[in-house]
């Protein structure tokens, strides 16, 4: 069965979130690990070493996003809502909409720059949410948070 | 509304300056009345709806009107959200039912005053029942620190000192203790159950009845001692309210559950709690033979390595010599003997916990204002009674440890979505453990907390785990202990050392291989119109049975090691805890998550 997929943009949101990690978590730490190894030989072993992790992070965080994207499929079904994901570690969860607590929109900073949404769905079950869906253009975003809002939901516990 | 502009006058701009330090109670309360004073009983903005609603709690409260204020409230409106006259009045006082009489103001046309529930707060005797088992638990968390200065300063007179570190540790938790009987107040008004507390830290909760998963009683010695009882109410998605309602008198804890149980709107289940009503015969009583083998069977290796620890750092600290002398005069039948003496101290030890714990436990049905259910009754000192209605449970599970399934025993839980503090003060989730149960009797208990089980969990096969799974436990195994073989191997150099490195490494991948073996054909699982049943554990085996109207969600989860043997592993989640099933192919998981959608 063929599922919805995302807005491809949120292959460049999430290129974009990797890469503030990368700068703000990655990158100090590759900076760190080079002069570590820099400590007591050549310099440029430590400038090689710290240079070459970060290339292989960049590498990875720019073609991960595609990956994660390919493999992204989400469908709003008659009983339950369907969110397939995982590119090394594949998910595919199910959420009857009858029981479904509460759902939500949002979006942070750099998804209001592409104009997009997280769509997440919360049930009793945990303190986080059930199903999420990001990257969702904020108009349909909020189509199916107010169905889902409309569909599901009972006491449920 | 219009609200008089009270002119800010000297006096009040010095309180806000030391309310803003503290003791925010009795200077808001003094506030408040001087307030009304220079407005002569006007309409008094105390509360405006913005500044003074922290949290959703405090939202279920009818809201006063806004109106505009003087600005030195401003100014401490974050620091005394909720601060309103009639809080903080005597425990007296406010058990008083009538509503106090300046209160009247405040309460604007648009509610009708009579509305307004009184709060009640906690028996005055509260400080009592919870000084002293308060003190005992705090000196109890500090022992580490009291073992060091009883024994690390030698047999020297007490000094001045000594009083001043008691006094440390102490006064805090007599001082918390004050604060919780004079600030705690509770009420039921308009159908919700609503606790406040606090002083500095102020916190309002306020509880939906039919979001009530279970009710407990319990009473310590103190309690017992003084005719007092302790309520706990236990809901979905929050934290329990214990140790809030912490001791009320027999009558007001009656007079609460009777009003929670009108709130539901089901009167007629106001007789559940009826101490007239004919007691229905106990499904299940507990005797000390019982018991006892439980503690026996419960004794972990853990607890015999910590006293071991803890004998050895007394003596150590207490005779330091004679433990040299031991250290010399050890020998290998000398620490088996030890070691031996070290586990039946622990089984003792974990034997009388049990008993104490435990004592006289009874199950029995109950009537509940939300259908039937079930009842249980334990404790020797501390005396538990927890209700629960079986539409609220969740899960039930059995384990049968190997000792106690040898006996023919073993032992149930039944847990609602409610969260208790468990050991350690981490939520758990278990309402109801029924300690000891004939194997024969372990699927009729099943019955009784899930009726619509219809057939005997130890009586039917299971489902088994897909074979693959197996072939994936061996390789993982074969692929875990090879290279360690090599390694070890080459390592030793050849020869005869090296021969024999590996051969260790192969008996320990025999282990390994009989384990998974033993462990796959442990696993199983069973889906019927109703429940799922799943097993598990062959040295401990563990069962655990879910009704499918109480699935939340399903998440099927496949890493790369299981794609390559085409497995998946599904996960149900029902409020408050979630399980799983043994590795299934691929297809059969996805069939099995598209048929637990369709009932339920």
């Known amino acids: 069965m063929e599922l919805r997929r995302l807005d491809p943009r949120v292959i460049w949101l999430w290129r974009a979130q990797a890469m503030s990690r990368m700068f703000f978590f990655w990158g100090p730490i590759c900076v760190g690990l080079g002069v570590l190894a820099a400590q007591g030989s050549d310099w440029r072993v430590g400038v090689l070493i710290g240079a070459s992790l970060a290339l292989m992070l960049l590498v990875l965080s720019l073609l991960w996003p595609a990956l994660d994207f390919d493999r992204f499929g989400f469908e709003l079904r008659e009983h339950d809502l369907l969110v397939q994901r995982g590119v090394l570690f594949r998910r595919r969860s199910s959420i009857p909409l009858r029981r479904i607590q509460h759902v939500d929109t949002h979006q942070g900073p750099i998804e209001r720059l592409f104009g997009l949404s997280t769509v997440a769905v919360y049930t009793a079950a945990g303190m986080s949410a059930d199903g999420s869906i990001p990257g969702l253009p904020t108009a349909e975003a909020e189509a199916i948070r107010d169905e889902l809002a409309r569909r599901g939901g009972d006491d449920g516990v | ?600």
């Open chain 2, 1 to 600: 509304m219009a609200s008089n502009q009270a002119p800010p006058d000297d006096a009040d701009d010095e309180r806000t300056e030391v309310l803003r330090g503290g003791l925010l109670e009795e200077l808001e309360f003094e506030r408040t009345e001087h307030l009304r004073e220079a407005q002569g009983h006007g309409d008094t903005p105390l509360e405006s709806s913005g500044l003074f609603s922290l949290d959703s709690a405090t939202e279920e409260r009818p809201r006063l009107p806004a109106g505009p204020h003087p600005d030195d409230e401003t100014v401490m409106s974050p620091v005394a959200p909720r601060a309103r006259a009639e809080d903080f009045e005597p425990t007296v006082a406010a058990l008083d039912l009538d509503e106090p009489e300046e209160a009247a103001p405040l309460a604007e046309p648009a509610e009708a005053p009579a509305a307004e529930t009184p709060w009640r707060g906690l028996h005055p005797a509260s400080l009592l029942v919870n000084l002293i088992p308060r003190t005992l638990s705090i000196l109890l968390g500090y022992w580490p620190l009291l073992l060091a200065w009883l024994f690390g300063r030698g047999a020297v007179a007490p000094r001045p000192e000594d009083a001043l570190l008691l006094m440390f540790i102490l006064v805090p938790g007599v001082l918390s203790t004050l604060v919780h009987l004079f600030t705690l107040r509770y009420r039921v008004s308009g159908g919700r159950l609503e606790i406040r507390q606090g002083l500095l830290n102020r916190q309002a909760r306020t509880l939906a009845p039919d979001r009530i998963q279970n009710v407990s009683l319990v009473r310590n010695l103190f309690h017992r001692a003084s005719g007092l009882v302790e309520v706990r109410i236990e809901t979905a998605g929050d934290s329990s309210t214990e140790g809030l309602l912490s001791a009320l008198s027999v009558e007001d804890a009656e007079a609460l559950l009777t009003e929670l149980n009108a709130a539901r709107g089901q009167a007629a289940a106001a007789a559940a709690t009826d101490a007239n009503a004919p007691p229905a015969p106990p499904i299940l009583r507990l005797g000390a033979p019982e018991l006892l083998a439980y503690g026996f069977t419960a004794g972990g290796l853990g607890l015999a390595i910590l006293l071991m620890a803890v004998g050895s750092e007394v003596l150590t600290v207490t005779r330091p010599d004679e433990v040299n002398d031991l250290a010399r005069a050890a020998s290998p039948t000398r620490l088996v003997g030890l070691g031996v003496l070290a586990v039946a101290a622990s089984w003792t030890f974990s034997a009388l916990r049990a008993l104490v714990r435990h004592h006289g436990f009874t199950l029995s049905r109950e009537a509940t204002p939300k259908g039937p259910g079930l009842r249980a009754v334990e404790g020797l000192f501390t005396r538990r009674e927890v209700s629960l209605s079986l539409n609220k449970v969740q899960l039930v599970s059995a384990v049968e440890p190997f000792l106690r399934r040898l006996m023919g025993f073993g032992t149930v839980s039944i847990e609602t979505a409610g969260f208790t503090a468990g050991e350690n003060g981490l939520p758990a989730a278990a309402e109801v453990l029924i300690p000891m149960v004939e194997q024969d009797r372990l699927g009729e208990l099943f019955t009784e907390a899930v009726p619509a089980l219809s057939l005997d969990p130890w009586a039917v096969s299971f489902h088994p785990a897909h074979p693959r799974a197996l072939r994936r436990a061996v390789m993982a195994s074969v692929l875990f202990a090879t290279p360690i073989a090599l390694g070890l191997g080459i390592a030793a150099g050849g020869g005869l050392a090296s021969v024999l490195a590996a051969a260790g490494v192969l008996g320990l991948l025999a282990l390994l291989l009989l384990r998974a073996v033993l462990h796959h054909r442990a696993l199983g699982w069973l889906v019927t119109p109703d429940v799922v049943l799943l097993r598990g554990g062959a040295i401990r085996r563990s069962t655990a049975l879910l009704a499918r109207n109480k699935l939340q969600s399903t998440h099927l989860s496949q890493g790369p090691l299981d794609r390559l043997h085409g497995l998946a592993h599904l996960t149900l989640n029902v409020a408050g805890s979630s399980v799983r099933l043994p590795p299934l192919a691929l297809a059969d998981a996805v069939a099995i998550q598209e048929e637990l959608l369709r009932e339920g």
